[in-house]
């Protein structure tokens, strides 16, 4: 338990001092899910926290890029209902 720890305080540090705070988006979360199931999975806790960090990250990107679609869509939307005469 000590290396789980031990072994995410390192990623996530490493992580924080490397990344920007808008790039580190879902990497926290992703840690410690990854480090966690890392644990259970052999006792590679700091490559599942690696890994997890990664994914955490792609998913929170993607998660963004859709609202920013979806917003752009309604605003779209929106002035195109402007636009029409009543």
């Known amino acids: 338990m000590k290396s789980l720890v031990a072994g995410l305080a390192l990623v996530t540090g490493l ?3 490397a990344a920007a705070p808008a790039a580190a988006k879902g990497c926290i979360k992703g840690a410690v899910v990854g480090g966690i199931a890392g644990h259970y999975a052999g006792h590679h806790a700091v490559l599942g926290a690696i890994a997890g960090c ?3 990250h792609h998913m929170a990107v993607e998660k963004e890029k859709q609202q920013k679609a ?3 869509a309604a ?3 929106q002035q ?3 636009a029409q005469p009543h």
Do not use: S
């Open 54 to 56: 990664a994914v955490g």
């Open 70 to 72: 979806a917003a752009d």
């Open 80 to 82: 195109q209902q402007a």
């Open 15 to 17: 992580t924080l001092a």
């Open 75 to 77: 605003k779209k939307q």
